[in-house]
């Protein structure tokens, strides 16, 4: 690797990884969904390719810039981004080479390039055997030279491990904070998505559109073009924000059952900087299924409908998933433009494929596995048949 390069490591959830391929174009920071930097030789083929469903991992090698951490540290489909240290030697505390601790100060300073100014409280080490003398020596040197306690909650996050073939590494994450975290998530919500789930769920529906020439996808940079987007179970918002914060929209309407998940949704806006307005309803998807009741207005204008469906005990006590699964699409139905693109993320895989196979209307584009939660939901993908 140049002395003007740093070496990447991204961590992603399982499924994620085409969607992080495609956010790391349109950010500039690669020229093709297969990383214009140097993507290891067994992260699987570009998009879907076979090792990219349960990667949860890339690795990049990228200019040593400020504009580089800037971007690092807006991307919304990773985990989180780590700059990594290396030594050949076969103990970790080759990390401790003067060698290596140089590459420590360049991965520190590059660190301390990103404005707003990111300050770091104290240092964690996670490894194998993280209390043991040698890896306690490494966590004091690293903590010195970054100018930070050790500290069990630290927010500067170094993970020491086995390098791939040979040697030891030290993955020091670029953010106090993992990237999942958003400064508009205020408050808690039952069954709320992880944020960097729901803007991989807004990648791979706006994926579809773009395939389907329904929109430019974003890839080349462009906003795209401005859909009307519904989200028929908004829950907190968090599908809703995420697609805002992906680009303009012509209208974003999110949909709920529940006043209290409109009333969070509503101060999540309030404390995001995301522009767009979002008309943000009480509303049974039953009632829009039927007669399109207070949506009646968006009747065939929707060019994205998106659901996230409760399950197990979030789901009422006389609601049934089948119900349920049928009222939604009947509703996308309604509302949808002829070139609707609709996306259902669900636990329910089973069910929701049952009533598909009854269900003539709609054509499944895609179905990735995603990973939430210790939970492995679906994403089904559907236009008009
Ligand atoms: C899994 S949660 C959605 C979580 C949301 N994606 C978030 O990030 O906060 C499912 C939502 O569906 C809503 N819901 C359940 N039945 C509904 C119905 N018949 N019509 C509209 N919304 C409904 C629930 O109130 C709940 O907020």
Redesign the pocket.
Known sequence: MAADDLDVVFTVLPGALPALRRELVRSGLTTSPEGGGAPEADDGAPGDGPNDADADELRLTLPRTAETLRTLARLRTAVSASLAVATDTGRPTGLLSSESLGEVDRVLEAISWQRPRVTFSGLRLEAAGAETPQMLRIAAELAERAGVPVSEDGDLVVRVRRARGAGWEALVRTTPRPLATRPWRTER?????NATL?AVVVDEVEHVRWQLGGSDGGVDGDEGDAPVVV?????????TLERLARGRVARAVA????PE?IAILERHQRASRIKGRIEAVV????DVARTGGVLADLAGTADVVVA????GE???AH?TNER?SR?LLDAADRIGADDVVVGVLTHDIRRFERVLDHDARWRLIARPQLFAKGHRPRLFVLVRA
């Open positions: 919500y039952p069954g709320a998505l729901a989200d028929l179970m908004c829950g907190s918002g968090t599908l949909v709920d059952v529940a998940a509303a049974d998807v039953a996230n469906p409760p399950w979030l789901l009422g609601a349920l009222d």
